[in-house]
């Protein structure tokens, strides 16, 4: 049976602090890829630097790389803005651009996303002192965020499961049960609407 993991999830109130925190430049860039990863429902480090493209009505499609199971996800404007600003040549995104793989991005991000906090300068080579917001944060945090406060929002758990890629039964019950994308979109553009305008 597998072990339960640690709780790694900002409540809305963090998490809305970190979206608007004012960080330092080099830092916005992770920031961002943070909060794009959360809008997109979670995704993996992986899976975002392998995506190619988005479908001609705005979706992304991937196979997840951990379970090979097909992902379809709306791209809501916010995130398609996060997009477009990062767009990449070969990829996507331009994280593919820039690190050899997925884990020198991951490796990379966590770091910056840690050192989130006040910054301040002392002495006469001005070292930099930065006391950490979220010591503890890494990318994964998205992920596990993003269910947590779906289901503070009383989206039913076979959505939520549905969202992040789970089965939910026999492999046999899948094959008859005809999956409702809709479900899945409404809910990402429920806990958007909660955490980004604090719209129920």
């Known amino acids: 049976r597998a072990e339960e993991t640690p709780k790694r999830n900002l409540p809305v109130e963090e998490l809305r602090r970190l979206l608007n925190y004012d960080v330092e430049p080099y830092a916005e860039f992770y920031r961002d890829m943070f909060a794009l990863m959360f809008m997109l429902i979670g995704i993996n480090t992986i899976d975002l ?11 992304l499609e991937y196979r997840r790389a951990k379970t090979k199971k097909l992902y379809s996800i709306k791209v809501e404007p916010e995130a398609l803005r996060i997009i477009e600003k990062y767009r990449g ?19 990379q991000c966590n770091i910056a996303l840690k050192r989130i906090g006040r910054v301040k300068r002392i002495g006469r080579g001005g070292k ?20 947590t406060i779906a289901y503070s929002l009383d989206i039913p758990k076979d959505i939520i ?8 039964g026999s492999a046999i019950t899948e094959i008859y049960i005809q999956r409702d994308q809709k479900k899945v ?3 990402n553009r429920r806990v958007l609407n909660w955490v980004l305008y604090g719209k129920k």
């Open 89 to 107: 040549e070969s990829n996507l995104l331009c994280i593919a651009d820039r690190w050899a793989d997925h884990r020198d991005f991951q490796k």
């Open 128 to 147: 930099k002192i930065i006391k950490p917001e979220w010591p503890e944060l890494s990318t994964y945090w998205a992920r596990h965020s993003w269910a």
């Open 161 to 168: 499961s549905q969202a992040l890629g789970h089965s939910d």
């Open 49 to 59: 630097y392998n995506a190619k493209c988005l479908t001609l009505d705005g979706r």
């Open 185 to 187: 979109d409404q809910a």
